[in-house]
């Protein structure tokens, strides 16, 4: 299984906080504001938590998905240049 979160986070220093902690908990980058991490329930009420604390609910949005790897296998990917400054993308 899988834990893929997407935000919308207008906050510059927010948004860069909450990627950085998603990298250090082993997540991905796979676009700019979506990360994928192997994972459960366990791991996804983790980021709820993280990101409660530091987003503004009336502004921002982060949506947390749990995805099954069939699902994750069957996905179509066209491109992934340019993504995280150049830094490799982790495909599972």
Known sequence: MFVLVAYDISDNRTRDLVARRLLAMGF??????VFVARGGGGLARDVERLVRRFIDPSSDVVHIL???DREWSSRIVVGGSGVDEGKPIHVF
């Open 28 to 33: 991905s980058r796979i676009q700019r504001s």
């Open 66 to 68: 749990l995805i099954q």
